[in-house]
């Protein structure tokens, strides 16, 4: 677990972001491999942190940062995104924003783009939080939003994974390697945000929903408390709502977000026999970073800082 404790001053700026957990272990990506996943968890937080140096929003630096991973082949959101069984993409998105607790998520998007930018779109100009399904790529078309064929998000990798698991038989225990991208974050103002896209999980039903856009369970913002990106089997983070419940116990019982993060982790979610982790900063811009599976993808910028890790320190 990393848990930074930066200044409490207001006027700290903070950006995490991560692109999935999973049990995987150094020896399971080469020396290239890791070098890739480097420069585009590089790009991604320079990006955002650029936007928070010059005064901009949360919003805005963690709808960048999730939109170079979607961008990105290597991450299971946007290009990249696994299949479903039937070999089709469904993906899942959503975005919060702490000062007002507004909130905007599309579920099962086939052909948008940046599916994080159609769930800030929703947010910001419908009268809804979570569009779901071909509605929700009607509407994104509706508003200019760019769209894309399938055959822009398939991969050949992410071809090969489904082709893969389906000559396998089927792990009754699910999947054991996450590429959820997600970032949250702090801006000059003292504005938290959260932000997570996800193609969810190989071989899903169609139709099925993750956590990710699931406000409470994926992603969670609230000014008073922290902001929250999670990534890991949805169904569990689902069923213990992972993002708030965080949220909920800095809140009710006044605890720190270290000791909040660390009892939904390591406690609550392994009991429950799910596996995955969070990424979270608080209003003061102190930071926690937990999972609990061997491997999480992650990076983090502060004024002091910036560093990139991939497995359990
Ligand atoms: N949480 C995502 C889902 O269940 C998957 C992941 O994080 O990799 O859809």
Redesign the pocket.
């Known amino acids: 677990m990393e848990t930074i404790q930066t200044a409490t001053s207001k006027g700290n700026i903070v950006l995490l972001i991560h692109g999935?957990?999973?049990n995987f272990k150094e020896s399971d990506l080469s020396p290239g491999q890791q070098r890739v996943y480097e420069k585009y968890l590089h790009e991604a937080v320079e990006e955002g942190y650029k936007i928070l140096e010059e005064g901009g929003s949360s919003l805005d630096a963690v709808e960048a940062a999730v939109k170079i991973m979607e961008d990105a082949p290597v991450f299971?959101a946007g290009k990249g995104s696994v299949l479903n069984k039937e070999g089709h993409v469904e993906m899942?998105a959503s975005i919060m924003s702490g000062k007002d607790l507004k909130a905007g998520a599309v579920a099962m998007v086939r052909h948008v783009k940046n599916p994080i930018s159609a769930a800030r779109m929703v947010m910001e100009k419908s009268n809804h939080v979570l569009l779901a399904g071909s509605g929700a790529d009607e509407y994104a078309r509706s508003i200019g939003m760019e769209m894309k064929d399938e055959s822009y998000f398939i991969t050949p990798s992410s071809l090969e994974q489904w082709k893969k698991a389906n000559e396998r038989v089927p792990d009754p225990k699910g999947?054991d390697k996450?590429?959820?991208v997600g970032a949250v974050a702090l801006d000059l103002h003292g504005n938290l945000a959260a932000a997570t896209s996800?193609g969810?999980?190989l071989n899903?039903l169609t139709g099925r929903i993750?956590?990710?856009p699931i406000i409470g369970a994926?992603t969670y913002a609230d000014n008073n408390t922290c902001a929250v990106s999670?990534?890991?089997?949805?169904?569990y983070?689902i069923r213990l709502t992972v993002a708030r419940s965080i949220a909920a116990l800095m809140e009710y019982k006044k605890i720190s977000l270290e000791l909040a993060v660390n009892e939904v982790i390591q406690d609550r979610l392994s009991k429950l026999g799910g596996n995955?982790g969070v990424i979270a900063v608080d209003k003061n811009g102190n930071f926690s970073i937990d999972h609990n599976t061997t491997g999480m993808f992650r990076a983090w910028k502060t004024e002091k800082k910036c560093e990139v890790r991939f497995f359990k320190e």
């Open positions: 999935g957990a999973g299971n899942d999947i996450h590429g959820t996800t969810g999980i899903k993750g956590d990710s994926g999670a990534t890991g089997h949805g169904e983070f995955g």
